[in-house]
């Protein structure tokens, strides 16, 4: 990138790279953390507890009106119910869904050809289609009880391999292990997507493997997830602003000459 550009366009850039995670209960009260972030934010997710509370109907809501819809339900069965479930998140108007990239090359591969193909019928937008790897409150020890002798971080660029291979847009890890995939993968247009990321003063929770946002988008997150230190804060407008800022100090440099 040529020339100086403004603090705004790194301003810009965090914005977009920030995904709120709707970690709710209600319509509601998503609502009203939509409401409240606004433009702060480049996406929302809708995991498995909103969309299980709210319905799809909700979701295709959210998209008709144009906002960015990571659907994060993490699919996981046999090809042909994955390809199928991955059809109707893309009529369902969503910027983005996941599967888990345990679930094989052929589970991926058919998902992406049969989401394609839809999409191309129907005249809808096709949907960034993304992989799970390694959960980030998962490492060794959880591995190893579901028989994977290998610390987290193999495991991750392998299934990372397994899902571009497939022919998939993305992948979800951990942030520390960014470099990882992108030294494995020398593909600069893959995605990679990170939860676990908490800033200096929020609380681990249930997160293990897991970065500043500052730290998450100078390792080369494209987005970062965040849910609980926005969404739980008094002032959740404000939370947000403070990651979007960190994520920007952290992106200046590169967008200097």
Known sequence: MTGTVTANSAADEAKRRL??????????????????????????????????????????????????????LKYHDIPNTVASAGVEAARLGVWMFNMHAAGGSEMMRRTREEVATACERDGITRPCMIAVTVLTSSGAAVLG????????????????????DAGLDGVVAAPGETKLIRGAIPD????????????????????????????????GSDYLVVGRPIIESFDMRSAAASIIAEIGAALEPAFES
């Open 19 to 72: 995904i709120v995670a709707l970690d709710v209960d209600s319509a509601a009260k998503a609502r009203q953390v939509i409401a409240d972030v606004g433009d702060l934010a480049g996406g929302f997710k809708i995991g498995m507890q909103l969309f299980t509370a709210a319905g799809p109907e909700f979701v295709r809501e959210l998209g008709g009106r144009g906002t960015r819809i990571f659907l994060d």
């Open 145 to 164: 009880e579901t028989g994977i002798n290998a610390e987290a971080e193999d495991h991750v660029v392998r299934l990372a391999r397994l899902a571009h």
């Open 188 to 219: 600069a247009d893959l995605i990679i997507v990170t939860p676990g990321v908490r800033p200096v003063s929020a609380t681990l929770d249930d997160q293990r493997r897991v970065m500043t946002p500052g730290e998450a988008a100078a390792n």
